[in-house]
Protein backbone atom coordinates (compact mmCIF):
# COMPACT_ATOMS: atom_id res chain seq x y z
CA UNK A 1 0.00 0.00 0.00
CA UNK A 2 2.78 2.44 0.63
CA UNK A 3 4.64 1.81 -2.67
CA UNK A 4 1.18 2.21 -4.30
CA UNK A 5 0.68 5.87 -2.52
CA UNK A 6 4.52 6.51 -3.06
CA UNK A 7 4.26 5.69 -6.78
CA UNK A 8 1.44 7.72 -7.20
CA UNK A 9 2.41 10.78 -5.40
CA UNK A 10 5.69 10.91 -7.81
CA UNK A 11 3.88 10.11 -10.72
CA UNK A 12 0.90 12.66 -10.88
CA UNK A 13 3.01 15.28 -10.80
CA UNK A 14 4.89 13.61 -14.11
CA UNK A 15 1.57 14.06 -15.99
CA UNK A 16 0.46 17.13 -14.89
CA UNK A 17 3.85 18.22 -16.56
CA UNK A 18 3.12 16.19 -19.87
CA UNK A 19 -0.79 18.21 -20.06
CA UNK A 20 -0.70 21.03 -22.93
CA UNK A 21 -0.26 24.44 -21.51
CA UNK A 22 -2.68 26.05 -23.78
CA UNK A 23 -6.05 25.88 -22.86
CA UNK A 24 -8.34 25.24 -26.34
CA UNK A 25 -11.14 26.77 -24.36
CA UNK A 26 -9.39 29.96 -23.60
CA UNK A 27 -11.47 33.13 -25.20
CA UNK A 28 -7.95 34.46 -26.81
CA UNK A 29 -8.45 31.66 -28.87
CA UNK A 30 -11.79 32.14 -30.35
CA UNK A 31 -11.77 35.95 -30.27
CA UNK A 32 -10.89 37.65 -33.82
CA UNK A 33 -9.56 40.77 -33.11
CA UNK A 34 -8.37 42.93 -30.51
CA UNK A 35 -9.72 41.99 -26.81
CA UNK A 36 -12.07 43.99 -24.54
CA UNK A 37 -9.59 46.58 -22.51
CA UNK A 38 -10.88 49.24 -20.06
CA UNK A 39 -7.91 50.38 -18.43
CA UNK A 40 -7.40 53.36 -16.27
CA UNK A 41 -4.31 55.16 -17.61
CA UNK A 42 -1.92 56.60 -15.32
CA UNK A 43 -3.44 59.98 -15.46
CA UNK A 44 -6.24 58.77 -13.19
CA UNK A 45 -9.25 59.85 -15.52
CA UNK A 46 -8.97 58.44 -18.69
CA UNK A 47 -10.30 55.22 -20.07
CA UNK A 48 -8.65 53.14 -22.15
CA UNK A 49 -10.50 51.04 -24.20
CA UNK A 50 -9.78 48.65 -27.45
CA UNK A 51 -11.53 51.39 -30.26
CA UNK A 52 -8.37 53.51 -28.58
CA UNK A 53 -6.13 50.99 -30.24
CA UNK A 54 -3.76 51.87 -33.75
CA UNK A 55 -5.32 50.26 -36.94
CA UNK A 56 -1.82 51.11 -38.32
CA UNK A 57 0.74 49.10 -35.71
CA UNK A 58 1.67 45.91 -34.37
CA UNK A 59 0.00 46.33 -30.89
CA UNK A 60 1.95 44.12 -28.00
CA UNK A 61 -0.71 44.07 -24.83
CA UNK A 62 1.16 43.45 -21.82
CA UNK A 63 -0.07 42.11 -18.55
CA UNK A 64 2.39 42.72 -15.57
CA UNK A 65 2.29 43.81 -12.28
CA UNK A 66 4.67 46.70 -10.39
CA UNK A 67 6.03 44.25 -8.53
CA UNK A 68 7.06 41.38 -10.47
CA UNK A 69 10.97 41.76 -10.93
CA UNK A 70 10.63 39.83 -14.22
CA UNK A 71 8.35 42.50 -14.81
CA UNK A 72 10.59 45.49 -13.75
CA UNK A 73 13.18 43.33 -15.85
CA UNK A 74 11.42 43.65 -19.22
CA UNK A 75 10.52 46.85 -18.72
CA UNK A 76 14.29 48.18 -18.49
CA UNK A 77 15.52 46.11 -21.10
CA UNK A 78 12.30 47.69 -23.37
CA UNK A 79 13.10 51.32 -22.12
CA UNK A 80 17.19 50.23 -23.63
CA UNK A 81 15.81 49.42 -26.93
CA UNK A 82 13.24 51.92 -27.51
CA UNK A 83 14.96 53.17 -30.78
CA UNK A 84 14.17 49.94 -32.39
CA UNK A 85 10.87 49.58 -31.04
CA UNK A 86 9.27 53.11 -31.80
CA UNK A 87 6.93 50.67 -34.84
CA UNK A 88 5.50 48.77 -32.07
CA UNK A 89 2.20 50.31 -29.97
CA UNK A 90 2.48 48.92 -26.58
CA UNK A 91 0.21 48.57 -23.95
CA UNK A 92 0.93 48.10 -20.93
CA UNK A 93 -2.23 46.76 -18.15
CA UNK A 94 -1.46 46.47 -14.38
CA UNK A 95 -4.08 43.66 -12.60
CA UNK A 96 -7.05 45.42 -11.35
CA UNK A 97 -5.53 44.02 -7.87
CA UNK A 98 -2.63 46.37 -8.04
CA UNK A 99 -2.26 49.45 -6.27
CA UNK A 100 -2.69 52.33 -8.41
CA UNK A 101 -0.03 54.46 -6.48
CA UNK A 102 2.96 51.69 -7.42
CA UNK A 103 1.63 51.39 -10.91
CA UNK A 104 2.39 55.25 -11.50
CA UNK A 105 5.66 54.83 -9.86
CA UNK A 106 6.58 52.14 -12.39
CA UNK A 107 5.30 54.38 -15.20
CA UNK A 108 7.27 57.18 -14.09
CA UNK A 109 10.66 54.92 -12.80
CA UNK A 110 11.06 53.48 -16.36
CA UNK A 111 9.88 57.31 -17.53
CA UNK A 112 7.18 55.61 -20.09
CA UNK A 113 5.88 59.34 -20.45
CA UNK A 114 8.75 59.77 -22.80
CA UNK A 115 7.66 57.87 -25.33
CA UNK A 116 3.76 58.48 -27.10
CA UNK A 117 3.69 54.38 -28.36
CA UNK A 118 3.71 53.03 -24.65
CA UNK A 119 0.68 53.62 -22.70
CA UNK A 120 0.31 52.07 -19.35
CA UNK A 121 -3.11 51.81 -17.22
CA UNK A 122 -4.97 49.55 -14.72
CA UNK A 123 -7.88 47.26 -15.88
CA UNK A 124 -10.73 48.22 -14.60
CA UNK A 125 -12.57 44.88 -14.45
CA UNK A 126 -11.27 41.27 -14.30
CA UNK A 127 -11.18 40.87 -18.09
CA UNK A 128 -7.97 39.78 -19.20
CA UNK A 129 -6.42 37.20 -17.22
CA UNK A 130 -9.27 35.41 -17.98
CA UNK A 131 -9.50 36.10 -21.42
CA UNK A 132 -5.81 35.03 -22.22
CA UNK A 133 -5.46 32.45 -19.30
CA UNK A 134 -2.71 34.36 -17.34
CA UNK A 135 -1.04 32.48 -14.70
CA UNK A 136 2.19 34.75 -14.52
CA UNK A 137 3.24 37.79 -15.11
CA UNK A 138 4.57 39.77 -17.65
CA UNK A 139 2.75 38.13 -20.26
CA UNK A 140 2.14 39.46 -23.92
CA UNK A 141 0.13 38.86 -26.40
CA UNK A 142 0.89 40.74 -30.07
CA UNK A 143 -1.65 41.56 -32.39
CA UNK A 144 -0.27 42.52 -36.15
CA UNK A 145 -3.44 43.50 -38.21
CA UNK A 146 -5.29 43.93 -35.43
CA UNK A 147 -5.28 39.46 -35.32
CA UNK A 148 -2.82 37.66 -32.65
CA UNK A 149 -0.25 37.10 -34.31
CA UNK A 150 2.04 35.84 -30.71
CA UNK A 151 1.88 35.25 -27.38
CA UNK A 152 4.82 35.32 -24.61
CA UNK A 153 3.80 33.71 -21.21
CA UNK A 154 6.61 34.44 -18.43
CA UNK A 155 8.19 36.85 -20.11
CA UNK A 156 9.16 38.76 -23.92
CA UNK A 157 12.13 38.10 -25.28
CA UNK A 158 13.73 41.57 -25.83
CA UNK A 159 15.36 39.99 -29.23
CA UNK A 160 12.37 38.56 -30.26
CA UNK A 161 10.45 41.93 -29.51
CA UNK A 162 12.98 43.96 -31.82
CA UNK A 163 12.21 40.80 -34.99
CA UNK A 164 8.50 41.76 -34.28
CA UNK A 165 9.09 45.45 -35.08
CA UNK A 166 11.87 44.39 -37.55
CA UNK A 167 9.33 42.28 -39.01
CA UNK A 168 11.31 39.02 -39.19
CA UNK A 169 9.76 37.10 -35.88
CA UNK A 170 8.39 34.12 -37.29
CA UNK A 171 6.07 32.75 -34.04
CA UNK A 172 4.98 29.31 -33.97
CA UNK A 173 1.28 28.74 -35.67
CA UNK A 174 -1.73 29.76 -32.93
CA UNK A 175 -4.15 27.47 -33.94
CA UNK A 176 -7.74 28.92 -32.69
CA UNK A 177 -10.88 27.43 -32.35
CA UNK A 178 -12.36 29.27 -35.27
CA UNK A 179 -9.81 29.00 -37.92
CA UNK A 180 -10.04 26.18 -40.62
CA UNK A 181 -7.69 23.74 -41.15
CA UNK A 182 -4.83 25.23 -38.67
CA UNK A 183 -4.15 28.15 -40.41
CA UNK A 184 -2.38 30.68 -38.71
CA UNK A 185 -4.36 33.23 -36.97
Not at 8 to 26: N, T
Not at 76 to 90: A, E, F, G, Q
Not at 92 to 119: C, G, T
Not at 151 to 167: C, H, K, M, V, Y
Request: proline letters at 6%; a positive charge; one cysteine or more.
Amino acid sequence: MKFKLLFILLFLPFVAYLQPSKDASAPYLKAIGYPELKLLLTDSTTIFTKENLPKDKVVVVIFFSPDCEHCQEEASHIINKMDSLSSLYMVWNANMVDDFNNIKLFYQKYQFEKYSNIIMGKEINYYLPLFYRIENTPYAAVYKNEKLFAEFRGGLPISDLIAIANNTYHPPIIKSINSKKGKKN
